[in-house]
């Protein structure tokens, strides 16, 4: 017999998200954007998907964007950031997920933005003295750190890190892959300039994510059309 572990990794799709996929998939056809019964009815599933996620993190339906997963929400915040907001500076940590990791290091290898890594302990957590060290240079700054590491489990004290960005009039990332199912997340409690979901994570389909993006910042659509 065998037995599944890894659900740190990915979860088994639910009965119940089963079943709501199927029948979607054979009844629900129509295109969102168009106007006749067929699309309006589709784009009521959405926007009301979109109203449901957003009461779960008290915010804005408005403040939800859907992507393909939680890769593709990091590589948005992160470049939307540099593109539209002007950071020229990321602040990470050398244990972040790949999705943080390589996107950053890609970007500063382009030229596009100067990154620090911060200290880390050792038992993987963030040294909050040297974080407040770096963001004390008053740089246009991203920090993007994990709620929780997804490879040893560690928990980041994200009201603790969002009041030093505050503090410094710097922007928070923060990857809540592995936590927005499990751990309690209010914006409005502890505010964040984006944060990343992405369903497989908590028995939903794979390819199926948001990337929460604070109503106070704007920015562009990485694909147009």
Do not use: W
């Not at 784009?43 to 109203?51: G, W």
């Not at 240079?137 to 004290?157: C, D, F, R, Y």
Request: with cysteine; charged share 20%.
């Amino acid at each position: 017999m065998r037995v599944y572990l890894d659900n740190a990794a990915t979860t088994p799709i639910a009965p119940e998200v089963t079943k709501a996929i199927t029948e979607v998939l054979a009844n629900d056809f129509g295109n969102p954007s168009s106007t006749h019964f067929y699309g309006r009815h589709v784009k009521a599933h959405i926007e009301n998907s979109r109203r449901n996620i957003a009461k779960h993190i008290n915010c804005s339906p408005s403040e939800i964007v859907f992507t393909s997963g939680g890769t593709e929400a990091d590589n948005m915040a992160l470049t939307s950031s540099i593109c539209n907001l002007g950071i020229k500076r990321i602040i990470t940590s050398s244990i972040e997920h790949h999705a943080v990791g390589h996107t950053a290091e890609f970007l500063h290898e382009q030229g596009r933005v100067k990154l620090d890594i911060v200290n880390i302990d050792e038992k993987g957590h963030v040294d909050l003295l040297h974080l407040e060290q770096l963001l004390s240079s008053n740089q246009k700054t991203l920090v993007s750190l994990m709620h929780a590491n997804n490879e040893i489990g560690n928990l980041l004290p994200i009201e603790k890190v969002s009041k030093l960005c505050a503090k410094y009039n710097a922007l928070f990332h923060c990857d809540t892959v592995q936590t927005i199912a499990h751990l309690p997340i209010d914006v409005k409690k502890t505010p964040f300039d984006f944060l990343v979901c992405s369903a497989h994570k908590f028995h939903g389909p794979k390819g199926v994510g948001f990337l929460y993006v604070n109503k106070k910042i704007n920015i562009t659509p990485l694909i147009h059309g």
